[in-house]
């Protein structure tokens, strides 16, 4: 596999220069987006509840045609990366660590997915440098240069993801946060950002309004299936039929209507869209009824 790619001068993202001190060069294998993206971040040591939701999530605007930025480390940021391949999407690594020393070690296989998919390993350092832990701030610097709002989806009081929400803040980028009850510790860190400015969130289409409203995202219909799906949502929909037969999540809804993954998160977005669809506990979902 070629070495990656060194950045330098006009070839660094232009939202770069949005840092007081952009970086003066990175290493790239793969290729960046040019649409609409989204960083998604939060603990290493995240809830079963935090990770599902993390992934579903990141599935669903992946689906929509938006990139999933992440850091690559485990917990929160490995479901991130994970949502968005399920989807068929595009996910970037933004990392501190050359290619060639995955941090962590157990993310390699991911990283090799996330190139096979699509996506792209963005690092401060050439191949063969390793994870330099004071580098990691100036990581989630880029992480959050590069994208159109920032995600915390679970994250104690002090945590990479509060460093990454503060660089939010000072670059203007559109900060969401998920909400926890203050007695789940993986999560407390939600109560500070949202006293800070953080918006409240709790489905994927807060984020993708923002984007459409913010000019980022036409957040257009699901893609044509020919005559797979009917205008207006009914009984012929094989989404929302396995949906009012008793699926509550999209791996469900692939192994009952034998539709892609990617298939059924759009057409899911598209639903949800139209109201026709509400979200359950844990990401699952239900239709609406009179």
């Known amino acids: 596999m070629p070495l990656a790619r060194e950045l330098l001068g006009d070839a660094l993202p232009p939202r770069l220069a949005d840092l007081p001190e952009p970086p003066r060069h990175l290493y790239l294998r793969g290729e960046l987006p040019r649409g609409p993206a989204v960083a998604v971040v939060g603990t290493r040591n995240a809830s079963a509840e935090g990770l599902a939701f993390t992934r579903s999530f990141a599935a669903e605007l992946a689906a929509a045609g938006v990139a999933i930025l992440s ?15 399920d989807a ?44 330099k832990r004071p580098a990691f701030f100036a990581r989630n610097a880029c992480l959050v240069a590069l994208s159109h709002a920032v995600v915390v989806t679970q994250a104690p009081f ?83 039929r396995a949906l009012r037969e008793g699926a509550v999540h999209a791996d469900e809804i692939v192994d009952r209507t034998g539709l892609s993954l990617a298939t059924v998160q759009q057409r899911i977005l598209t639903l949800a869209l139209s109201g026709v669809l509400v979200p359950g506990p844990l990401g699952s979902l239900k239709p609406v009824t009179d």
């Open 71 to 85: 850091g690559g480390a485990q917990g929160i940021d490995t479901a991130a990366h994970q949502g968005a391949l």
């Open 158 to 240: 002090i945590s990479g993801a509060a460093n990454a929400a503060k660089w939010a803040r000072q670059l203007g980028r559109a900060l969401f946060v998920v909400p926890h009850s203050p007695w789940v510790t993986q999560g407390n860190g939600a109560i500070q950002e949202l006293r800070r400015g953080g918006r409240p969130l709790d489905r994927p289409k807060e984020v993708l309004r923002f984007l459409r409203a913010a000019g980022f995202h036409p957040l257009a219909a699901a893609p044509a299936q020919g005559k797979l799906f009917s205008s207006e949502p009914g009984d012929d929909d094989p989404v929302l």
């Open 88 to 131: 068929g999407g595009v996910t970037v690594v933004v990392t501190a660590a050359g290619f060639e020393h995955p941090f962590p070690k157990e993310n390699a296989g991911l990283f090799q997915q996330v190139l096979d998919g699509g996506g792209a390993y963005l690092s401060l350092f050439p191949d063969d440098v390793p994870a």
